[in-house]
């Protein structure tokens, strides 16, 4: 698995979101809602399968109920990821 | 299967399998992490009578029970423990977190006034803060049921608990069975009241065309609210003493390889899905996925509920031949909620897809320019004469290149020959159709449903349920679906109420959108909507899923007019009508219903209220452009 930096959930969420909106991840406001950028249902599981393969976590249904844009998305992703070298 | 006593219902086979061949796995659930976990019939019939006793104990004969759905063991053991208490499971979505989602499955609830609802240990604290302030139409509390799959018993917000003996009920065939809610894309939920003997009736239809037996593996990831997920992937296998897997859709959703490895695993023989899920596979499971795969086992790949397209079975049959897949497991069939399930199966012996004219289809007839009797799996095989405009290359370079005037094909999926119901095309009049023209399909028989639930149905059971043929025949159930016989063969062509018919010409949006989506690689597989422009009779308008090229800003204005001029150019050649507009709009944008139809209508509302994500439209590309004619060739 790889072992992403802390700031670069950010850039992963965004380059995943951007990829199923078709467009920029400069494109992608990371303060918008998921459902309000236009990603359906199908697309936001597809979403976090794709999250979960990058990251090896498990992503609940739910995550993005409770964390509905990119921003709050990475914040939880690095919440639940265990970072190596980053530990207390 | 014909000997059997007219009184049995499927309470009586599942618990004939329990005696019989009680050792047998009857679910086998593949959770998302984890071992899988197998219930066998002896189980599955003493957890669903320790159920039913405690339901008894509370709850009066007749009584509804939601059923929420999980993909566990848990989600059959309520089913089962419904028929055996006498109540009507009413299978159901979790609330879940979204106010649609609860709005939706409190409006279930109250349409069939449920005085218990059921539910998966799992999701039993969000349901039980969710349904305390339900009431019924009477005022009492909805009682919530956790299923205890630890202790095999069931634990109740309400109430002391009997003594688990088993209560022998014995529903009568002419019983409820269950209620099937259904989609409703326009108008609100209604619930088909399926009785015990239509999901007999229904059972020896299935089994027989199909040729099942009680050593087929079932493996679906449908779930179990759905009808074909319901009846075709969980009452089918338990009435047959036959094995249901379980996958979940989330599961499916977030990763469809989990779908083919859990067949793999389990050595699946019959699977199904809407078009849609083949699709998913083909386009999301990868390379280096392929080599655990083994689909050599898969005898039905069951397809339906929403249009088949020929080029979805290709693509399939082309990516998962190497794994074992063969074309020639492809079924699609025609059926829906009113008819129990399936009212049209696969027949191998006649062929799988035709090519029809597209301008006698314009005029309600079906002219078939050529069969194809199985898929090929390798490509430039297969036979397709007279200019198809399938292939995205071939459609993209005639575009507008003068359509109008060459005979051109259209291919379409033939879903097969009806059993267990009688089946007739007929015209507005009720007059059955001549073989070849196209009319309403109508059906009647043993599978076919009572009519919707309770007073509210009532009006709408008359209109579905209430048809009189010319012959006075009836009363017959209305589909509301186009179809034509080809020998002996239903083609679906389209809906009533979504057919367009514009410039004196009947045109299915179906294909003009499976045309739209083919002009461009950004289009390609992502669904569309093509519906008469608000306001302007005779026009159209299109709004299309699109994503641009990746890493083509700079150009990207271009590729967005090039399609939108594409588009508009197809759809003007093709249909003769004026085109008001086609509006590119980012993917998820285009409405669709829970089990993936298109929402045409609401699809119009939204663009009329300026409530979709716009990428380009052509409207705005006429702005830009020197020329303003939307039928002009790029």
Same mark, same amino acid.
């Given at each position: 698995m790889t072992s992403p930096r802390p700031d670069s959930f950010d850039d992963l969420v965004l380059r995943h979101v951007a990829a199923a909106l078709g467009?920029?991840?400069?494109?992608?406001?990371?303060?918008?809602d998921l459902t309000g950028l236009g990603l359906g249902s199908v697309q936001v599981l597809a979403l976090l399968g794709d999250l979960e393969d990058a990251l090896g976590v498990d992503l609940d249904p739910e995550t993005v109920a409770d964390n509905p844009t990119p921003r709050a998305l990475a914040e939880h992703l690095r919440s639940v990821v265990d970072v190596p070298g980053t530990a207390a | 299967m014909g000997a059997r006593p007219d009184h049995l219902t499927l309470l009586d086979l599942v618990r004939g399998h329990a005696r019989d061949r009680g050792d047998h796995a009857a679910v086998v659930v593949v959770p998302e992490a984890g071992e899988r976990r197998t219930l066998t019939y002896a189980e599955l019939d003493a957890r669903a009578a320790a159920l039913a006793a405690d339901l008894v104990a509370r709850h009066e004969p007749g009584d509804r029970a939601l059923v929420l759905y999980s993909a566990t063991e848990s989600f059959v053991v309520a089913l089962v423990g419904c028929f055996a208490a006498g109540l009507v499971p009413v299978p159901s979505p979790l609330p879940g977190g979204q106010a649609y989602q609860r709005e939706r499955v409190r409006g279930m609830l109250a349409d069939c006034d449920a005085a218990a609802v059921l539910v998966d240990p799992t999701a039993a604290a969000e349901t039980q803060e969710w349904a305390r302030p339900l009431r019924r139409a009477d005022g009492r509390p909805v009682a919530v049921t956790v299923l205890d799959a630890a202790t095999a018993t069931a634990t109740s917000t309400t109430d002391a608990v009997a003594a688990p003996t088993r209560h022998d009920h014995r529903p009568a065939p002419q019983d409820a069975a269950f209620l099937q809610y259904t989609s409703g894309s326009t108008s609100r939920p209604k619930g088909v009241v399926v009785t015990h003997a239509n999901v007999l009736h229904h059972h020896d239809a299935f089994t027989t065309a199909l040729g099942l037996t009680p050593d087929d593996v079932f493996c679906s990831w449908l779930p179990g609210y759905h009808d074909f997920g319901l009846v075709g992937m969980l009452l089918v296998p338990l009435g047959l003493g036959a094995t249901a897997v379980m996958v979940s859709s989330t599961s499916f959703l977030k990763r469809p390889v989990r779908w083919l490895s859990a067949m793999t695993q389990t050595r699946a023989t019959v699977t199904a899905s809407p078009n849609f899920g083949y699709d998913q596979c083909t386009r999301r499971v990868r390379d280096d996925q392929?080599?655990?795969?083994?689909?050599? !086992?898969?005898r039905w790949a069951l397809n339906g509920a929403e249009p088949v397209d020929a080029a979805v079975l290709e693509a399939f049959t082309r990516r998962f031949e190497p794994v074992g897949? !063969?074309?020639?497991?492809?079924g699609p069939g025609y059926g829906l909620a009113e008819a129990t399930l399936t009212a049209t199966y696969p027949d191998r012996s006649r062929p799988l897809v035709v090519t029809v004219d597209d301008a006698a289809l314009r005029d309600g007839r079906l002219v078939v320019l050529d069969e194809e009797s199985g898929l090929s799996a390798?490509?430039?095989e297969q036979v397709v004469p007279v200019a198809p405009d399938a292939g995205p290359q071939d459609a993209a370079a005639d575009a507008g290149a003068g359509l109008g005037t060459a005979r051109t094909g259209t291919r379409l999926v033939c879903c097969g020959v009806p059993h267990g119901v009688e089946l007739r095309l007929v015209d507005e009049r009720g007059e059955t159709v001549p073989d070849g023209t196209v009319g309403e399909v109508w059906l009647r028989g043993g599978?076919?449903?009572?009519?919707?639930?309770g007073a509210s149905g009532a009006e709408a059971t008359a209109e579905t349920f209430g048809a009189t043929a010319a012959?006075?025949?009836?009363?017959?159930?209305?589909?509301?679906d186009l179809g034509a016989l080809h020998d002996g063969q239903l083609v679906v062509t389209g809906r009533i109420k979504e057919l367009l018919l514009v410039a004196g010409r009947n045109l299915y949006p179906y294909d003009l959108e499976r045309e739209l989506r083919a002009l461009h690689a950004g289009a390609e597989g992502r669904p569309g909507a093509v519906f008469e422009a608000e306001g302007l009779p005779g026009a159209l308008c299109a709004v299309q899923e699109f994503r641009p090229t990746p890493g083509a800003r700079e150009s990207g204005g271009d590729e967005l007019d090039d399609a939108v001029r594409r588009m508009a150019s197809h759809l003007a050649s093709v249909s003769g009508a004026a085109v008001h507009d086609v509006v590119l709009v980012r993917p998820g944008q285009v409405p669709r219903t829970t089990s993936g139809k298109i929402q045409r209508g609401r699809a119009r509302d939204l663009l009329g209220r300026g409530d979709l994500a716009e990428l380009h439209s052509l409207r705005a590309s006429r702005g830009r452009a020197r020329t303003d004619h939307a039928g002009t060739r790029p």
């Open positions: 467009v920029e991840p400069g494109a992608v406001d990371p303060a918008a | 392929l080599a655990d795969l083994d689909l050599s !086992r898969l897949f !063969r074309g020639s497991a492809h390798v490509p430039g599978a076919v449903a009572s009519g919707y639930w012959d006075g025949t009836g009363p017959w159930l209305r589909t509301g």
